[in-house]
């Protein structure tokens, strides 16, 4: 069973609009991550967080907002999208704690922006 | 800053051969943690392997092991009697420190490896 969800999986929006896009993780894990995947930059890390209320920003966070409400609900909004935001979204959840040490990804959202 | 460079954009492997993806990394951490993903044709990335930079010995999960030489800053993948469904792109990634860490990944661009009948 998926322990890393997202929703929707596929989004077309139109510029100006806001998106949100949705994980949730049942790993119990402190971490959640928010990448996005683009041709020629690989894995970029747009907000990542510590645990709930919490969220930190990543290397590329201009133009996204991120909301920790849970343990297990992290959520990326783009309150103003534009066609660069077009890209393939994955969330990953992990913890520092953990012996483990990997993050685990959701399957990705794929969003256009028109 | 923290930097994972994958030099092979792609290779191409009989089944049933062995495969060597490099990877090179520039940290200034003395302790850190490295990974390699796996991610299909539909998208999904996976978790294959990890090596802790304070272990001499190389991991290996199943039919892949890496090739840790720290002095040289790099850390190989091995994937030994390939199979068809090892073709995938590949990636690299590496995080710093557990005390005080995002725990954030930095990641290469990726290696894609097809596997021919």
């Known amino acids: 069973e998926a322990a890393v969800t997202q929703s929707p999986r596929n989004k077309v929006a139109v510029t100006g609009g806001k998106v949100t896009l949705s994980c949730n993780q049942t790993?119990?894990?402190?971490?959640m991550y928010w990448y996005r995947q683009d041709t020629g930059h690989g894995l970029r890390l747009i907000h990542y967080s510590y645990g709930a209320g919490s969220t930190e920003k990543g290397d590329i966070p201009d133009g996204y907002k991120a909301s920790r409400p849970s343990q297990e609900n992290f959520s990326l909004i783009l309150e103003l999208a534009t066609p660069s935001q077009t890209s393939v979204y994955f969330c990953a959840s992990g913890d520092a704690g953990d012996s483990s040490y990997e993050q685990y990804f959701g399957p990705g959202t794929r969003l256009t922006v028109l | 800053a923290q930097k994972v460079t994958q030099t092979q954009t792609s290779i191409s492997v009989v089944e049933k051969t062995t495969v060597t993806m490099d990877c090179v990394y520039e940290t200034r951490d003395s302790s850190y943690f490295l990974f390699w993903y796996k991610q299909t044709a539909s998208g999904e990335i996976v978790f294959l392997i990890r090596?802790?930079?304070?272990?001499?010995e190389n991991a290996t999960v199943g039919h892949y092991s890496l090739n840790f030489q720290k002095p040289k800053s790099s850390i190989g993948l091995i994937i030994t009697a390939t199979q068809i469904e090892d073709s995938a792109v590949y990636f690299c990634?590496?995080?710093?420190?557990?005390?005080?860490?995002?725990?954030?990944?930095?990641f290469g661009l990726g290696t894609t490896l097809q596997v021919q009948p």
């Open positions: 990634a590496m995080r710093g420190p557990i005390t005080g860490n995002t725990g954030k990944l930095i």
């Open positions: 090596q802790d930079s304070y272990k001499k």
């Open positions: 790993n119990n894990h402190n971490n």
